[in-house]
């Protein structure tokens, strides 16, 4: 159980172009969903928190405008990257934290690399 | 500034030895704190968490200490295994925030 899936796992775009990377919970309902990026070499850096039906929580320094969350459902939750240039290709990854679950216990989605050239 | 942090990028072990994964941390607000195990090209995988009211939990093959006077957490893997060479990562986390904050992450190469 606990399943998180994304997709793509995998993409391509060219600069100034805008990609969408879906995260789904497959067997669970997820109240909060989180965002995060990885640099090669580099620790997981938390983006931003999505809760089902409302605005997401973005870190500082993450800007709202270039990479946009949208929660949807409680399986589904979208990021957006608008414009893309190639310094943000990195790796995407979500997790999801189960509707009564324990705070701290997400489960993570195999990632997506996203290269922008 | 790193609030996690696991200052040896990798680590080198032969098949049966134990593997100590190292973790430190600044902020005393952290309560709860959790190792991962991530393979290349996949998302990160719960491995093992520890309360600060304790200061040590076991699982299997898998211990984490927990020193707090000293802001410090180890990761103890015995006997190890190949299959446990992946990317570690240390991550924590304070009572009033969902959020995890983790460290660099420490490469683990088990030998046969």
């Known amino acids: 159980g606990a399943v998180v899936s994304q997709h793509p796992s995998r993409v391509i775009c060219k600069s100034g172009t805008s990609v969408k990377i879906e995260c789904r919970s497959l067997?669970?309902?997820?109240?909060?969903m989180f965002w995060y990026r990885q640099f090669p070499k580099q620790s997981l850096m938390l983006m931003a928190t999505s809760n089902e039906g409302s605005k997401a929580t973005y870190e500082q320094g993450v800007e709202k405008d270039k990479f946009l969350i949208n929660h949807a459902s409680l399986t589904l939750s979208t990021l957006t990257v608008t414009s893309a240039h190639p310094e943000d290709s990195s790796f995407y990854i979500c997790?999801?934290?189960?509707?009564?679950?324990?705070?701290?216990?997400?489960?993570f989605g195999p990632g997506t690399r996203l290269t922008v050239t | 500034d790193q609030q996690v942090k696991q200052n040896s990028p990798s680590l080198s072990v032969q098949e049966g030895r134990i593997s100590i994964l190292n973790c430190d941390y600044t902020?005393?607000?952290?309560?709860?704190f959790l190792w991962y195990k991530k393979y290349p090209a996949e998302g990160p995988t719960f491995l093992i968490s520890i309360s600060s009211i304790k200061d040590k939990n076991e699982d299997g093959r898998f211990t984490v200490f927990l020193n707090k006077s000293a802001k410090h957490l180890s990761l103890h893997i015995v006997p190890s295994q190949p299959g446990d060479s992946a990317v570690y990562f240390c991550?924590?986390?304070?009572?009033?925030?969902?959020?995890?904050?983790f460290g660099k992450g420490t490469k683990l190469t088990v030998n046969p």
């Open positions: 997790s999801a934290r189960a509707e009564g679950g324990i705070p701290y216990e997400q489960y």
């Open positions: 902020n005393s607000m952290f309560d709860y």
């Open positions: 067997d669970f309902q997820a109240t909060t």
């Open positions: 991550a924590a986390s304070d009572g009033g925030s969902e959020k995890l904050v």
